[in-house]
Nanobody, 128 residues
Framework: QLQVVESGGGLVQPGGSLRLSCAVS????????IGWFRQVPGHEREGMTC????????NYGNSAGGRFTISRDIAKNTVYLWMNGLKPEDTAVYYC?????????????????????WGQGTQVTVST
């Protein structure tokens, strides 16, 4: 059974850093594209970053602003979102999502509907 499970959220002060983890089971990372998204209540889900199945192509959304980085650990079948220089406006629920069995070169950070498996989300709060 394919599962996506996020972890690592929490409370962080402005300017701080956080690393989110996304553990994938049921499919190999090198068989799927994967992305990170976030959502604030009352707003649409926003794409932050995604990477292709071979890790060669990575896209970042406008809000990532050079502060967020996606990385993969193939051996652990886990994807990470490294967040630096956090701002209060980064407060949101962060989701990891899989575009299963997609091996193309366009992971689609702005195309939420392309992703078919979603985690439950992890809350990130940036505040003093």
């Amino acid at each position: 059974q394919l599962q996506v499970v996020e972890s690592g959220g929490g409370l962080v002060q402005p300017g701080g850093s956080l690393r989110l983890s996304c553990a994938v089971s049921g499919v190999a990372l090198n068989d799927s594209a994967i992305g990170w998204f976030r959502q604030v209540p009352g707003h649409e889900r926003e794409g932050m970053t995604c990477t292709t199945s071979n890790g060669r192509f990575t896209n970042y959304g406008n809000s990532a602003g050079g502060r967020f980085t996606i990385s993969r650990d193939i051996a652990k079948n886990t994807v990470y979102l490294w967040m630096n220089g956090l701002k209060p406006e980064d407060t949101a629920v962060y989701y990891c999502a899989l575009r299963s069995h997609y091996t193309g070169t366009f992971c689609g950070v702005y195309n939420v509907d392309l992703y078919d498996y979603w985690g439950q989300g992890t809350q990130v709060t940036v505040s003093t």
